[in-house]
């Protein structure tokens, strides 16, 4: 880790001030369109399963239940896709019309609801897979604990930090 990643919130603030805004707004839409293109990697595979899924011999004697976990796998990979594709997209539309800022700040929360309908996918298909092959009860189990620990790395663990962070600089 650089020391200036580990520096306090002073530091921080006093090397982005010296950074030309818009060199940091540059450098922000650069870090956030890198970041998607690994969350859509990940969106794009899911997607592939799912769709093939429903074209199986397997698929047509599933239960009512069954079919509808995958749809909701389905519309929520359909909503990472849609939030996490958003802003390369804008950022083509909108491209020199100077308006960087607005991009990078609708981007980063289209990224958030983009990777959260991910997990959601994700805590999904898993329980489907669980369901058909060991029925319901370990399906339960299995769900929970994919939901805490997405929700422990993706969402508890960066806030903590944070917190940390705030704290040490804090003091």
Known sequence: MK?????PSAK???????EPHYTRLS??????????????ASVQILFG????VAFTERFR??????K???????????????CLVGPVVWHRMLFGEGLRREVVTAG??????????????IA?????IVKVTFGPVPTAIVALGIVAMFISMWFVLPLRIRAVARKRDAN
């Open 3 to 7: 020391s200036e990643d580990r520096a």
């Open 12 to 18: 921080r603030r006093s090397a982005a001030d010296a």
């Open 27 to 40: 450098r922000n839409m650069t870090d956030l369109l890198s970041e998607l293109r690994v969350a859509q």
């Open 49 to 52: 399963f799912l769709l093939a």
């Open 61 to 66: 004697e599933a239960s009512t239940f069954e």
């Open 68 to 82: 509808s976990l995958h749809l909701i796998a389905v519309l929520l990979t359909a909503l990472s896709t849609a």
């Open 108 to 121: 980063n929360r289209a990224a958030l609801i983009g990777t959260t309908a991910l997990f959601g996918a």
């Open 124 to 128: 999904v298909v898993i329980a489907l």
